[in-house]
């Protein structure tokens, strides 16, 4: 069975009980409406008859009834009800709708109003079953004399019933029909909403969407119209570092995201774009949804960039590395060439000399064992560093006060790479050719934590803009072509650096350039293998 058939057989089901449970209540309240009106009236007339002088000064006379049929058959036709009977307390009737009755003994028990109670019920006599009214009748002194019976026939209730039900039951037809109708309407409205798809389907689809939304590794999150998060996937939440991706749907996309990138989703922009998201630098697409033709909210795809970048970086540091081989390789050629031309000239102590000045000489540079890093991770970054920087015409020098022993598994040896490798590749952009720095690495000025510094010769930073400049999108550089953004790997130290529980901050240097000082949470592992170290420092 469809779900169109489903929902209507359903909604007709429902309809249907409620109004036949609704007219079934309904009749019930009007046949006690009915009963209660006729029991008002028929004591009404009861008790009118008990008190008329007339009734009670009759049964003094010799023919009671002669007196007492007439007006009992009057007020039975003025009020409308079956009969009125008129009795002595011995039983015996004065009135009567048939006359040949009347002298005769009530055919139903009078010992309820002859005790001076009112009787009010269903009991079966002459006429049949009777709907009817008992009341005593009192003398001057008192005492019950008699009994009025007022009452009207059980098949004339049922009449004046079913009389009145017409109008109920064309209502109750009128609004069950109106309820399969609309019922009809609910349900075609329903599958127009779900496009006409079956239960099965709408599983299947789920299923299949949920398989995709996880299984994919690219972080996925769409907001409606009014900014709420509506969805998010496995991999959107490990790039923004979002422990539990259903905890966050249905909250503003500005309480949960960074300001940037949240700006930048609920905007539903057409493009792509790099944004710094905590310490990750994110590449963002943007798009809007449109269904039937209307904006139903923003969605966004986040790729991590800083895995690309990080990449890109080690492919740079090759070719570097090819780039300095090749011209190491020609260097050493050229300098055998004067060392042979010296010595075919016979001027050995030249040439000794010559070899003694430049032997250490090379494209490729290296750390000595009195530089003082003994991080093995660090020093390959600090060489590195120094052989683009010696690329591009910059010198990087190590300050020989720098100290740092290799530290323990726990520590963050990764964020301290990242700063470093920031900064210094922040001096060298800052620093024109002949340009100098100076980098400085202590874990022996301040307990338990390790000091980054870097100096250079730069234009520096404006007092000013010092505080800015860790703010993403401020740089003191002027714009590369070819370069989206700037102003991110300062922000990513600060992000760093107070995560950690550091500082990092900015000052003039002696240099003449800008002084960048960050402080991070450092421990000296407690036994350093000296094979590592003394690696660390050729």
Same mark, same amino acid.
């Given at each position: 069975?469809?779900?169109?058939?489903?929902?209507?057989?359903?909604?007709?089901?429902?309809?249907?009980?409620?109004?036949?449970?609704?007219?079934?209540?309904?009749?019930?309240?009007?046949?006690?409406?009915?009963?209660?009106?006729?029991?008002?009236?028929?004591?009404?007339?009861?008790?009118?008859?008990?008190?008329?002088?007339?009734?009670?000064?009759?049964?003094?006379?010799?023919?009671?009834?002669?007196?007492?049929?007439?007006?009992?058959?009057?007020?039975?036709?003025?009020?409308?009800?079956?009969?009125?009977?008129?009795?002595?307390?011995?039983?015996?009737?004065?009135?009567?709708?048939?006359?040949?009755?009347?002298?005769?003994?009530?055919?139903?028990?009078?010992?309820?109003?002859?005790?001076?109670?009112?009787?009010?019920?269903?009991?079966?006599?002459?006429?049949?079953?009777?709907?009817?009214?008992?009341?005593?009748?009192?003398?001057?002194?008192?005492?019950?004399?008699?009994?009025?019976?007022?009452?009207?026939?059980?098949?004339?209730?049922?009449?004046?019933?079913?009389?009145?039900?017409?109008?109920?039951?064309?209502?109750?037809?009128?609004?069950?029909?109106?309820?399969?109708?609309?019922?009809?309407?609910?349900?075609?409205?329903?599958?127009?909403?779900?496009?006409?798809?079956?239960?099965?389907?709408?599983?299947?689809?789920?299923?299949?969407?949920?398989?995709?939304?996880?299984?994919?590794?690219?972080?996925?999150?769409?907001?409606?119209?009014?900014?709420?998060?509506?969805?998010?996937?496995?991999?959107?939440?490990?790039?923004?570092?979002?422990?539990?991706?259903?905890?966050?749907?249905?909250?503003?996309?500005?309480?949960?995201?960074?300001?940037?990138?949240?700006?930048?989703?609920?905007?539903?922009?057409?493009?792509?774009?790099?944004?710094?998201?905590?310490?990750?630098?994110?590449?963002?697409?943007?798009?809007?949804?449109?269904?039937?033709?209307?904006?139903?909210?923003?969605?966004?795809?986040?790729?991590?960039?800083?895995?690309?970048?990080?990449?890109?970086?080690?492919?740079?540091?090759?070719?570097?590395?090819?780039?300095?081989?090749?011209?190491?390789?020609?260097?050493?050629?050229?300098?055998?060439?004067?060392?042979?031309?010296?010595?075919?000239?016979?001027?050995?102590?030249?040439?000794?000399?010559?070899?003694?000045?430049?032997?250490?000489?090379?494209?490729?540079?290296?750390?000595?064992?009195?530089?003082?890093?003994?991080?093995?991770?660090?020093?390959?970054?600090?060489?590195?560093?120094?052989?683009?920087?010696?690329?591009?015409?910059?010198?990087?020098?190590?300050?020989?006060?720098?100290?740092?022993?290799?530290?323990?598994?726990?520590?963050?040896?990764?964020?301290?790479?990242?700063?470093?490798?920031?900064?210094?590749?922040?001096?060298?952009?800052?620093?024109?050719?002949?340009?100098?720095?100076?980098?400085?690495?202590?874990?022996?000025?301040?307990?338990?934590?390790?000091?980054?510094?870097?100096?250079?010769?730069?234009?520096?930073?404006?007092?000013?803009?010092?505080?800015?400049?860790?703010?993403?999108?401020?740089?003191?550089?002027?714009?590369?072509?070819?370069?989206?953004?700037?102003?991110?790997?300062?922000?990513?130290?600060?992000? =760093?650096?107070?995560?950690?529980?550091?500082?990092?901050? #900015? /000052?003039? !240097?002696? +240099?003449? $350039? &800008? %002084?960048?000082? =960050?402080?991070?949470?450092?421990?000296?592992?407690?036994? #350093? /293998?000296? !094979?590592? +170290?003394? $690696? &660390? %420092?050729?």
């Amino acid at each position: 069975m469809t779900l169109g058939m489903q929902l209507l057989l359903l909604q007709v089901a429902i309809v249907l009980t409620t109004v036949v449970g609704t007219g079934v209540t309904a009749m019930w309240l009007q046949e006690q409406q009915l009963r209660e009106a006729y029991q008002d009236r028929m004591i009404a007339v009861a008790q009118s008859v008990a008190g008329l002088p007339v009734i009670t000064e009759a049964f003094d006379d010799a023919d009671p009834s002669s007196t007492i049929q007439p007006v009992a058959e009057v007020i039975r036709r003025a009020s409308n009800v079956t009969y009125v009977v008129v009795a002595d307390d011995h039983g015996i009737r004065y009135s009567h709708p048939n006359p040949d009755r009347i002298g005769e003994r009530v055919s139903t028990d009078p010992a309820i109003p002859l005790s001076g109670e009112v009787y009010v019920g269903t009991q079966t006599g002459t006429l049949g079953e009777s709907w009817r009214v008992k009341v005593p009748i009192f003398d001057a002194g008192g005492d019950v004399m008699g009994q009025v019976s007022v009452g009207i026939l059980e098949s004339e209730l049922r009449e004046d019933f079913v009389g009145g039900l017409f109008g109920l039951l064309l209502a109750l037809m009128v609004a069950a029909v109106l309820g399969v109708i609309g019922s009809a309407w609910i349900g075609r409205v329903i599958r127009r909403r779900i496009y006409g798809l079956e239960p099965d389907e709408i599983r299947a689809m789920l299923e299949t969407r949920e398989a995709m939304l996880h299984g994919i590794r690219e972080g996925l999150v769409a907001v409606d119209d009014a900014g709420r998060i509506v969805l998010m996937n496995d991999a959107a939440a490990r790039l923004l570092d979002i422990a539990d991706a259903n905890a966050v749907l249905g909250r503003h996309v500005d309480r949960v995201l960074d300001q940037e990138l949240a700006r930048f989703i609920a905007s539903g922009e057409d493009r792509e774009t790099p944004v710094l998201s905590g310490e990750r630098v994110l590449l963002v697409h943007g798009d809007r949804v449109r269904v039937d033709g209307r904006d139903v909210g923003s969605i966004a795809i986040l790729r991590d960039r800083t895995e690309l970048e990080s990449m890109l970086r080690e492919l740079q540091g090759a070719q570097g590395l090819a780039e300095g081989l090749r011209a190491q390789s020609h260097e050493f050629s050229n300098k055998l060439h004067v060392v042979s031309g010296l010595l075919e000239l016979g001027h050995v102590d030249a040439a000794i000399a010559f070899i003694q000045r430049v032997g250490s000489g090379g494209a490729l540079s290296s750390l000595d064992e009195q530089d003082g890093i003994a991080d093995v991770e660090t020093a390959a970054l600090v060489l590195a560093k120094r052989s683009r920087a010696q690329e591009l015409g910059i010198a990087l020098d190590l300050d020989p006060d720098s100290h740092l022993e290799a530290a323990h598994a726990g520590v963050p040896r990764t964020e301290l790479l990242t700063v470093v490798g920031n900064l210094l590749d922040n001096a060298i952009e800052a620093c024109g050719l002949a340009g100098r720095i100076t980098l400085s690495i202590r874990d022996d000025l301040e307990p338990g934590h390790v000091v980054i510094r870097v100096d250079d010769d730069g234009p520096g930073v404006p007092e000013d803009r010092r505080d800015a400049i860790f703010e993403p999108d401020v740089s003191g550089k002027a714009p590369t072509p070819g370069k989206a953004r700037r102003g991110i790997g300062l922000t990513i130290v600060r992000r =760093v650096a107070s995560r950690l529980g550091g500082s990092a901050a #900015v /000052d003039a !240097s002696p +240099a003449g $350039g &800008a %002084r960048f000082v =960050v402080m991070l949470p450092w421990s000296r592992a407690e036994v #350093v /293998d000296g !094979s590592n +170290a003394a $690696g &660390a %420092r050729r």
